[in-house]
C-alpha cells in the first residue's frame, strides 16, 4: 500500500510505525509500518509509482486536483513522497 505527501517535511523512514487518524474526528483507525519512502517531484512519477493510488485522466488533471487538495499550487516540479506501508493492525 502507498501514500503521497507534498511538501512533507516529515522525517518518516523503512521501519518507523505510524497511526492513521481520521481528521475530522480524530480517532485512530489503523497502524502502519512504513516499507520505503521515495522522494521525487511529480513530474518523474512513473507509471509504476502511480499504480494504487488515485487516478487521473492527464497529469494536468493531477496538479489541478492537487492544488486544490493543498491550496497551493503544484507542477510537475512539486516534490513528493511516496511512502509505502504495510498494515500491522487496524481498528
Same mark, same amino acid.
Given at each position: 500500500?502507498?501514500t503521497?505527501?507534498?511538501w512533507d517535511?516529515?522525517n518518516?523512514?523503512?521501519?518507523?510505525i505510524?497511526?492513521?487518524i481520521n481528521?475530522e +474526528?480524530?480517532?485512530?483507525f489503523a497502524?502502519?509500518?512504513i516499507?520505503?519512502v !521515495? /522522494?521525487?517531484s =511529480?513530474g518523474q $512519477?512513473t507509471e509504476?509509482?502511480?499504480?494504487?493510488?488515485?487516478t487521473?485522466e492527464?497529469d494536468k488533471?493531477?496538479y489541478?486536483?492537487? +492544488?486544490?487538495?493543498?491550496n497551493k499550487?503544484?507542477?510537475p516540479?512539486?516534490? !513528493? /513522497?511516496?511512502i =509505502?506501508?504495510? $498494515?500491522?493492525?487496524?481498528?
Open positions: 500500500m502507498a503521497w505527501r507534498l517535511d516529515k518518516l523512514q523503512a521501519n518507523d505510524i497511526d492513521f481528521k +474526528t480524530m480517532a485512530h497502524t502502519a509500518k516499507t520505503q !521515495i /522522494k521525487k =511529480l $512519477l509504476n509509482d502511480k499504480q494504487g493510488h488515485e487521473f492527464t488533471t493531477m489541478k486536483t492537487y +492544488t486544490k487538495y493543498y499550487e503544484v507542477t516540479q512539486t516534490p !513528493i /513522497k511516496i =509505502l506501508f504495510e $498494515l500491522i493492525k487496524t481498528v
